[in-house]
């Protein structure tokens, strides 16, 4: 009997917690699903803080994510993002905000850490050449077993040659993790990440977000430049270029009456310019 109490409560509960989300999930524009994985409590505390005004966090197990996003399939088509609840450990965030601010935020609250025996290597992780603040010893057996040559220069361990121990993707060994520790590289990142946002029927995945706004900035401003140039080049009147076009149509006239000795208010100056000129230097001539 008291199992079955039990049972009871905890099915109560669990109902009770998908139709909070769902709740959520119908109340909320934009819904963004991110991986919990290797994020301290701490970074998930604080993140939840940067966010509290205008979104909701729920940290629940997958399956109850899954059950809520199924039923209210009829109000709000959600089942692109079950896919990406198979990644990591996900999560669930609500909220109103742009999904590119929120994942500038989120992307802005991660720290670096030390590699930890095997870790993916999220990057090529090299390890540059010059001298360090170790002095001879075992460090340079070390180093030459994770791949780096090294010697003795003024009573210190340099390194000789910059060195890529490990490539994208690659299993990064105890070694290896060894050396990156002692030699401060912290190639890890440590935060939430977003796997993907919903938003009015759009996936976001993750490599859409995540946007280097100066290079995006840098584009915008040569597509600019480059469109103005062209309209231009072929005569295209835009209240941006009319000006110019109006002063290129001007002086190509103008080279063209004068190519073609046809009399207008601008020729007329130009050649009592050179006739002024050209009595100046014969009268110089004269004298």
Request: aromatic share 6%.
């Given at each position: 009997?008291?199992?079955?109490?039990?049972?009871?409560?905890?099915?109560?509960?669990?109902?009770?917690?998908?139709?909070q989300i769902k709740s959520a999930l119908l109340k909320y524009k934009v819904i963004c699903i991110f991986d919990l994985k290797?994020?301290?409590?701490?970074?998930?505390?604080?993140?939840?803080?940067?966010?509290?005004?205008?979104?909701?966090?729920?940290?629940?197990?997958?399956?109850?994510?899954?059950?809520?996003?199924?039923?209210?399939?009829?109000?709000?088509?959600?089942?692109?993002?079950?896919?990406?609840?198979?990644?990591?450990?996900?999560?669930?965030?609500?909220?109103?905000?742009?999904?590119?601010?929120?994942?500038?935020?989120?992307?802005?609250?991660?720290?670096?850490?030390?590699?930890?025996?095997?870790?993916?290597?999220?990057?090529?992780?090299?390890?540059?050449?010059?001298?360090?603040?170790?002095?001879?010893?075992?460090?340079?057996?070390?180093?030459?077993?994770?791949?780096?040559?090294?010697?003795?220069?003024?009573?210190?361990?340099?390194?000789?040659?910059?060195?890529?121990?490990?490539?994208?993707?690659?299993?990064?060994?105890?070694?290896?993790?060894?050396?990156?520790?002692?030699?401060?590289?912290?190639?890890?990142?440590?935060?939430?990440?977003?796997?993907?946002?919903?938003?009015?029927?759009?996936?976001?995945?993750?490599?859409?977000?995540?946007?280097?706004?100066?290079?995006?900035?840098?584009?915008?401003?040569?597509?600019?430049?480059?469109?103005?140039?062209?309209?231009?080049?072929?005569?295209?009147?835009?209240?941006?270029?009319?000006?110019?076009?109006?002063?290129?149509?001007?002086?190509?006239?103008?080279?063209?009456?004068?190519?073609?000795?046809?009399?207008?208010?601008?020729?007329?100056?130009?050649?009592?310019?050179?006739?002024?000129?050209?009595?100046?230097?014969?009268?110089?001539?004269?004298?």
């Open positions: 009997m008291k199992k079955s109490n039990y049972k009871s409560k905890v099915t109560k509960k669990k109902l009770s917690e998908v139709e290797s994020l301290p409590s701490k970074q998930l505390q604080s993140i939840r803080h940067k966010l509290r005004k205008n979104s909701e966090m729920y940290v629940k197990k997958k399956r109850l994510l899954k059950l809520a996003i199924e039923q209210v399939k009829q109000e709000k088509d959600l089942s692109a993002l079950l896919p990406y609840l198979e990644k990591g450990i996900p999560a669930l965030l609500v909220t109103n905000e742009d999904p590119f601010s929120v994942y500038k935020t989120i992307k802005s609250s991660k720290s670096l850490a030390a590699a930890k025996p095997g870790q993916i290597a999220p990057k090529d992780l090299i390890v540059e050449a010059g001298p360090t603040n170790f002095p001879p010893g075992p460090i340079i057996g070390e180093l030459g077993q994770a791949g780096i040559i090294a010697a003795v220069e003024q009573g210190k361990v340099t390194i000789k040659k910059e060195t890529t121990i490990a490539k994208k993707g690659d299993i990064i060994t105890q070694k290896k993790a060894d050396v990156l520790s002692k030699l401060g590289i912290q190639p890890m990142e440590i935060g939430m990440s977003v796997i993907a946002a919903f938003e009015q029927g759009i996936i976001y995945a993750q490599e859409i977000l995540d946007v280097d706004e100066q290079l995006y900035l840098d584009n915008l401003r040569a597509a600019i430049h480059q469109s103005y140039n062209f309209t231009l080049s072929i005569g295209y009147v835009t209240r941006e270029n009319a000006a110019m076009l109006i002063k290129k149509a001007f002086n190509q006239a103008n080279h063209l009456a004068e190519k073609n000795s046809i009399l207008t208010s601008e020729t007329v100056k130009s050649e009592l310019k050179k006739a002024e000129f050209a009595a100046l230097k014969l009268s110089e001539k004269i004298e």
